[in-house]
């Protein structure tokens, strides 16, 4: 069973979507950078706010990296022919599926049985 999918269009959604993450990610470095830990300019309760703050922004840097990589993986798939397969079952992903998530690699009886573990 065939399925249109209308390549260009996802190709230009994941190109904005990359955009975005690469914006993001830089805010996000700035904002992981080391707390300055000088106990004489700020007390200690803003020290551990700063360090929680740093700590959430080290993890956003993480996450924006592995979407990063999920998209070139897509965009990869879209030039190669293989965008839409299901990796599990190879099977193609419903199309209001990709449209809700254009880097997701499962169809969704396959992301239930995953997720399931």
């Known amino acids: 069973m065939a399925q249109s999918l209308n390549l260009s269009s996802f190709s230009t959604q994941l190109q904005a979507l990359k955009l975005g993450v690469l914006q993001t990610s830089t805010l996000a470095r700035n904002a992981a950078q080391p707390v300055e830990l000088d106990q004489n300019r700020v007390g200690r309760l803003s020290r551990i706010d700063a360090m929680q703050g740093q700590a959430m922004a080290q993890a956003n840097v993480e996450r924006q990296k592995v979407l ?17 397969r299901c990796v599990e079952c190879d099977e193609f992903i419903a199309v209001a599926r990709l449209e809700a998530d254009p880097v997701t690699q499962r169809c969704i009886v396959c992301a239930t049985k995953f997720e399931q573990g």
């Open 68 to 84: 990063l990589s999920e998209i070139e993986r897509a965009l990869t798939e879209i030039e190669s022919g293989d965008y839409g």
